[in-house]
T-cell receptor, first 114, second 115 residues
Framework: NAGVTQTPKFQVLKTGQSMTLQCAQDMNHEYMSWYRQDPGMGLRLIHYSVGAGITDQGEVPNGYNVSRSTTEDFPLRLLSAAPSQTSVYFC?????????????FGSGTQLSVL | AQKITQTQPGMFVQEKEAVTLDCTYDTSDPSYGLFWYKQPSSGEMIFLIYQGSYDQQNATEGRYSLNFQKARKSANLVISASQLGDSAMYFCAMKGDTGRRALTFGSGTRLQVQP
């Protein structure tokens, strides 16, 4: 099973460039989210989605856009990259069943902005 | 607002011994869930264990158990019979009683298992 697939794994951008981080899941989960992890820190929520067509901001949304046109895909767009956006980005999808919650992460994208 | 606190930046444990990683939380939600994730040096986030706030018993998953003390707002992870492969960062996280299915993470504890 593919689970949550993120591409690319590594990316280097120049300040001001834009790009899209791709995230796809094949588990038919309604809920998807994007996190960033800075060195020595836990993950912080950027944006999330509770279903196709519905997105909302998390803890650190500035400089990022998302859309959710399908259940499977949840891309994260950097509009004008800044060095402060150098980080590792994780996409996740989750479900809740039988009193248990499970959140599955992709393998991460390491982004450097010069 | 929710908050997770992990007060141990780093821990050492001898192979085959048990270790407890501390986690305290703060939330005003009546219902919530607590998670532990392992992040090895390769970077992926690996789900370890989940505890719901209304669960009567502490969660267990193999060598992992969660010592849930609701009145103290603590959710410590206990790893029994430590192995060298347990060396990693460990993150405590919680999900509140909202629709967003997103987690609030602590800053993590780096565990090193010594032979």
């Amino acid at each position: 099973n593919a689970g949550v697939t993120q591409t690319p794994k590594f990316q280097v951008l120049k300040t001001g460039q834009s790009m899209t981080l791709q995230c796809a899941q094949d588990m038919n989960h309604e809920y998807m989210s994007w996190y960033r992890q800075d060195p020595g820190m836990g993950l912080r929520l950027i944006h999330y989605s509770v279903g196709a067509g519905i997105t909302d901001q998390g803890e650190v949304p500035n400089g990022y856009n998302v859309s959710r046109s399908t259940t499977e895909d949840f891309p994260l767009r950097l509009l004008s990259a800044a060095p402060s956006q150098t980080s590792v980005y994780f996409c996740a999808s989750s479900y809740h069943s039988g009193g248990t919650e499970k959140l599955f992460f992709g393998s991460g994208t390491q982004l450097s902005v010069l | 607002a929710q908050k997770i606190t992990q007060t141990q930046p780093g821990m050492f444990v001898q192979e085959k011994e048990a270790v407890t990683l501390d986690c305290t939380y703060d939330t005003s939600d009546p219902s919530y869930g607590l998670f532990w994730y392992k992040q090895p040096s390769s970077g992926e986030m690996i789900f370890l264990i989940y505890q719901g706030s209304y669960d009567q018993q502490n969660a267990t998953e193999g060598r992992y158990s969660l010592n849930f003390q609701k009145a103290r707002k603590s959710a410590n992870l206990v790893i029994s019979a430590s192995q060298l492969g347990d060396s990693a960062m460990y993150f405590c996280a919680m999900k509140g009683d909202t629709g967003r299915r997103a987690l609030t993470f602590g800053s993590g504890t780096r565990l090193q298992v010594q032979p």
